[in-house]
Structures are given as structure tokens and as C-alpha cells.
């Protein structure tokens, strides 16, 4: 079974805790406490027969523990980055989180930008147009969830998931095919070297007496 390290980041109050706790649990809680610097949940899925095993990494968006929290993010596969769609601030902010996380992690990285607290329509301030043009500029997947919603958040979660499926297929498609190339460089020089053999024997039969042609050109009848 597959471990992916999946690590939930963005400001304070932007609904990080509560979204896991949809996922983990199927429900919401108005009452809990805030996240002391980290936290972490498991949960088993299977997507196309492939069973991963998802560790989650709750952080906290307070100044105090981000240095801790930088340490937290090394390993991981998949990054939510957190806004609330109804705090400009949280938005402005996302930036710095994809910059961090980037910085921490420098193998291939799944970023999905989520977009929380879409129930409250009445006082957003971010549309999810401008959402989606700064996940497409910045090359990530885009979701708007309600931390109420368990299928708003399990869609966030299986479309990363199917997304770094996929990343990992592209790579052993290119492992595959870079060895395929490999194979054949190797071969050609396999051929190479046959030829500058090949083309010794062709120089040694040029050589009076050497063989038959050399033989018959020298005149030689014996
Ligand atoms: P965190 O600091 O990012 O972990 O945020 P929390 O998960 O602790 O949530 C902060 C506050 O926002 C809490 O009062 C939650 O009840 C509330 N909240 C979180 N997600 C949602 C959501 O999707 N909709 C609404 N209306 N409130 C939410
Ligand atoms: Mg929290």
C-alpha cells in the first residue's frame, strides 16, 4: 500500500481543521479548539484498484509555528492551500504558502488551490473566477469546498489523489522510455562495434594473399 504524506496549509480560520475533520470523520464541528501547531489523521481510499494510504497534516497558519511547521512539510506529495473565499486576506496570503511549500519540497509536488467557506455566498469576497486564473497560472488544481459539504471536501481530496496517480504513471512512462533509449543507444553501439570489426576483416581481405579475393588478385593459382 501506498503512503502519501498530504499536508493542509493557509491562514488561520480558513476552515483547514474543519475540512479535515469532514474528510476523517463526516462532520462538523463548530466547537473544537485550534490547531497547536500541527496535527496528523489517516485514512485508507482506493482509486482505479490502487490502494494509497493518505497521512494528513493538519498545520497551523499562526506566525509562531510556521518555522516549526516548515519542517512538517518536507516529504509531502499532495498540498491543499487554504483560502476563505469570504477573507481577502487568506487569499493574498496563499502565495507565500505555495512559495514555502515549493521551497521545502523540491521533487514534483501536486498544489490544490481550495477555496472554503462556499456556503457563506453572501459575503464572499474572492469569485471563483479569480480563484481558478491564479490556480491556472500557477499550474494547480482548483476546488471551492464547504467544510459542511463531505462531497465538496472528498472531491478535493480524490482529485488530488487521481492527480498524483497520474504524475506517477507520467514518470515511469518517461523511466520507462529513457531505459527503451538506453536499450537501443546500446545496441547501436553494440552494431558500431561490429562494423569496426566487420570493416577489419574487409581491410585484412584487401591484403595480397590474405583470402580468395586477395589470392585471385594476386594471380595466384595455387
Ligand atoms: P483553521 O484555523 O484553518 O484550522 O480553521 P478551523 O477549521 O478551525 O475553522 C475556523 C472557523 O471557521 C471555525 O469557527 C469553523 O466553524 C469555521 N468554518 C470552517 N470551515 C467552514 C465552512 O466551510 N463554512 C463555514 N460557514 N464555516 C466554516
Ligand atoms: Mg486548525
Known amino acids: 500500500m ?32 485550534p490547531t497547536i501547531a500541527m496535527d496528523k489523521s489517516k485514512k485508507e ?19 509562531q509555528y510556521r518555522a516549526t511547521n516548515k519542517i512538517f512539510m518536507k516529504g509531502a506529495k499532495i498540498a491543499l492551500l487554504v483560502y476563505d473565499i469570504t477573507n481577502e486576506e487568506s487569499f493574498e496570503q496563499i502565495n507565500y504558502w505555495h512559495e514555502t511549500v515549493k521551497d521545502m519540497n523540491k521533487e514534483n509536488i501536486i498544489f490544490c488551490l481550495v477555496g472554503n467557506k462556499n456556503d457563506l455566498y453572501e459575503k464572499r469576497v474572492i469569485s471563483e473566477e479569480k480563484g481558478k486564473k491564479f490556480a491556472q497560472e500557477k499550474k494547480m488544481l482548483f476546488f471551492e469546498s464547504s467544510a459542511m459539504d463531505y462531497e465538496s471536501i472528498e472531491t478535493i481530496f480524490k482529485g488530488a489523489c487521481q492527480e498524483y496517480l497520474n504524475l506517477v504513471k507520467e514518470e515511469e512512462k518517461k523511466m520507462n522510455s529513457m531505459k527503451e533509449e538506453e536499450r537501443k543507444k546500446i ?3 553494440r552494431k558500431t562495434e561490429k562494423n569496426i570489426i566487420v570493416g577489419e576483416d574487409e581491410v585484412g581481405g584487401n591484403d595480397v594473399g590474405g583470402n580468395k579475393v586477395g589470392r585471385e588478385k594476386s594471380g595466384c593459382v595455387c
Open 187 to 189: 545496441e547501436e553501439e
Open 45 to 63: 481510499i482506493e482509486i482505479e484498484k490502487t490502494n494509497l494510504n493518505l497521512e494528513i497534516w493538519d498545520t497551523a497558519g499562526q506566525e
Open 2 to 33: 501506498e503512503n502519501i504524506k498530504i499536508i493542509v496549509v493557509g491562514e488561520t480560520e480558513v476552515g483547514k481543521t474543519c475540512i479535515i475533520n469532514q474528510y476523517i470523520n463526516q462532520n462538523f464541528d463548530f466547537n473544537h479548539l
